[in-house]
C-alpha cells in the first residue's frame, strides 16, 4: 500500500489551522489530536468523560474511512486539563483501547478552549490484505 491521503471531518477548526483530521501514509494512519467537539453540530459536552467517548468516536470514524480500526492503534497520546480526570477517563481509554494495547503517553496540559477537558491522538498500522495481484503461471520448463 503507498500513496498518501487526507480524511477531513469537515471542521472549522481543520480549515482554520490547515491540517487533517488523519493523514493516511502507505499502511499507518495518523490521527491528529481529537477534542470532544461533535464536529457535525459544532458543539461540546460539559462532561469529561463524554467528551473522551466523543474524542474516541471521532478518531474510530477517521480510521475507518482509512481502513484501519480501533484495534490497530499502536500508540495512543492522551492530553488532559487536569490531572484529577484522570481516573475518569482511565477506564474509557481502557474499554475502547485496552484489546490494542497501544504505546501511551497522558501530558496534563492547558488547551486553547477552556471548555476542553481532553484531546486523544493516536497512531494506527493497518494490516495489509492479501495482495491482489493475480497467480504468476508456472515458468515453461516447470510445467
Same mark, same amino acid.
Given at each position: 500500500? %503507498?500513496?498518501?491521503?487526507?480524511? %477531513?471531518? @469537515? %471542521?472549522?477548526? &481543520? /480549515?482554520?489551522? @490547515?491540517?487533517? !483530521?488523519?493523514?493516511?501514509?502507505?499502511?499507518? $494512519?495518523? $490521527?491528529?489530536?481529537? #477534542?470532544?467537539?461533535?464536529?457535525?453540530? @459544532? #458543539?461540546?459536552?460539559?462532561?469529561?468523560? =463524554?467528551?473522551? &467517548?466523543?474524542?474516541? /468516536? #471521532?478518531?474510530?470514524?477517521?480510521?475507518?474511512?482509512?481502513?484501519? @480500526? *480501533?484495534?490497530?492503534?499502536? /500508540?495512543? !497520546?492522551?492530553?488532559?486539563?487536569?490531572?484529577?480526570?484522570?481516573?475518569?477517563?482511565?477506564? +474509557?481509554?481502557? !474499554? !475502547?483501547?485496552?484489546?490494542?494495547?497501544?504505546?501511551? #503517553?497522558?501530558?496534563? +496540559?492547558?488547551? +486553547?478552549?477552556? /471548555?476542553?477537558?481532553? =484531546? +486523544?491522538? $493516536?497512531?494506527?498500522?493497518?494490516?495489509?490484505?492479501?495482495?491482489?495481484?493475480?497467480?504468476?503461471?508456472?515458468?515453461?520448463? *516447470?510445467?
Amino acid at each position: 500500500m %503507498s500513496g498518501r491521503r487526507w480524511i %477531513s471531518t @469537515g %471542521s472549522a477548526f &481543520e /480549515r482554520q489551522a @490547515g491540517y487533517a !483530521r488523519a493523514v493516511v501514509d502507505g499502511a499507518w $494512519v495518523h $490521527v491528529s489530536g481529537t #477534542t470532544g467537539f461533535d464536529y457535525a453540530r @459544532g #458543539t461540546i459536552a460539559d462532561d469529561p468523560v =463524554e467528551q473522551a &467517548e466523543q474524542c474516541l /468516536r #471521532t478518531i474510530e470514524a477517521a480510521l475507518g474511512e482509512a481502513g484501519a @480500526g *480501533l484495534a490497530d492503534v499502536v /500508540r495512543v !497520546r492522551w492530553y488532559i486539563a487536569d490531572a484529577a480526570l484522570f481516573p475518569l477517563l482511565a477506564p +474509557v481509554f481502557a !474499554r !475502547r483501547l485496552g484489546a490494542a494495547r497501544p504505546a501511551a #503517553t497522558c501530558l496534563v +496540559v492547558g488547551f +486553547v478552549d477552556p /471548555r476542553i477537558k481532553v =484531546e +486523544v491522538e $493516536v497512531t494506527a498500522h493497518r494490516v495489509e490484505p492479501p495482495s491482489a495481484a493475480p497467480a504468476r503461471a508456472a515458468p515453461e520448463n *516447470l510445467r
